[in-house]
């Protein structure tokens, strides 16, 4: 998500054209293409004191934008590797990116146990 979080909230009526992934100038950032861009950032962050059933409610419409991203791997990955500690980013809940965080360091840390050790050079 790529607003600030506290404007107010509002849903775009008819989302502009946008140019097919195919189509997209490859030096532009993957942010240019972001659904979000043109959705309200009070989806995607969370207000102070939310009740979790507004949470919940929110959050799921958020991943409902996010599911019709054609940047949403580039929004997730980015999310991982900043990492980005608040609002919805690639489909993923802040929740959900530090379990998926988790278990990657998990992960290396099994391969790195499974990796033959490295013989000195001498």
Request: glycine share 4%.
């Amino acid at each position: 998500m790529l607003h600030p979080p506290h404007q107010s909230l509002q849903v775009a009526a008819v989302p502009p054209q946008r140019v097919p992934v195919g189509d997209r100038d490859q030096d532009a950032p993957w942010h240019t293409e972001a659904v979000c861009r043109r959705d309200e950032a009070g989806l995607f962050f969370a207000p102070s004191k939310e009740p979790t059933a507004a949470r919940l409610s929110r959050e799921e419409a958020a991943k409902r934008v996010c599911a019709r991203c054609p940047v949403l791997v580039e929004c997730r990955e980015h999310a991982l590797l900043q990492p980005e500690p608040y609002g919805v980013w690639g489909g993923l809940t802040a929740a959900e990116r530090r379990v998926v965080l988790a278990r990657r360091r998990r992960r290396e840390v099994e391969l790195q146990k499974a990796a033959p050790p490295v013989a000195a050079a001498g």
